[in-house]
């Protein structure tokens, strides 16, 4: 076992009847979940003197064994990718993504992504979350522009992940949609999923919907007419603000996907219209986010200026809001 960290519980009392990953993970919370799993299908993770499965139910006394290995160097390569870091430190970085930077490698997006600029900005960025998504703990659509935060050991992924799990995490978007909003706030607390129509898209109309709550406030009003939001989403489900807002009528600009496009043909004013489709990606902005340090367990907020395509499309429509 050269090279191999070893690692040695005996299950108390207070153990007894827990299953097998839910121990070690709670013993060892410098390993994330995923990483107690891997061990555990790899046969690195005994019970009693013989490899168990994550089920096992364990017994008083009985001696666990975890064989660590080392950690591997992620397979994406490091990309000289500019980053505008907001925030970094030994455990956490926290990156302004631009629209139209993918998170992590994945089908059709193997190089210049987020990940791979991780990697070259990064010297001690460890092979954590998987090989392919080096400390990304939660991610961005790749239209969608500002604050995302990455972890840079095994103990702060664990840390941060377990707070967007107990959602402690504070999510504030900006966002420009379609449509004069009936109030001045409110909220929607509608499951979504995969759509069974386009596996492409997410819905309400799923049969394996889950919890999805979003908030908004009303901040500015434009002809058109269109709105400008600040919301605050309490999960963090795929193309969740997206899908909600279009199911409650109000698609966002620059999104055909959620239909965006038909409401931006149905747009009256031809000036408007023309700055409208200005936008070549959703009108969605990660403003602000609030995390506890992962080490220290201080609050920490970061915030993302409004992009500058939103920045200067909000401006032309304030400009001919004064001349209407």
Known sequence: MANFEIKKLIATDADVGKRLDVLVATHLPELTRSRVKGLIDKGYVSAGGKPAKASHRVVADERIIVELPPLIEPDATAEDIPLDVLFEDSDIIVVNKPAGLVVHPAAGHYSG???????????????????????????LD???????VAAKNDASHNALASQFQNRTVKKVYVALVFGKMKNDCGEIDIPIGRSEGDRKRHSSRTRKGRAAHTSWRLIEEFQGPLSWLEIVIGTGRTHQIRVHMTEAGHPLVGDPTYGGDKKLKKLANDEIRAIASSLNRPALHSWRLSIDHPKTGERLTFEAPVAEDIYGLLGRLREFKKHV
């Open 113 to 139: 992504t987020l990940v791979n600029a991780l990697l070259a900005h990064c010297k001690d960025l460890s092979g954590i979350g998987g090989e392919l998504k080096a400390g990304i703990v939660h991610r």
């Open 142 to 148: 790749a239209g969608t522009s500002g604050v995302i």
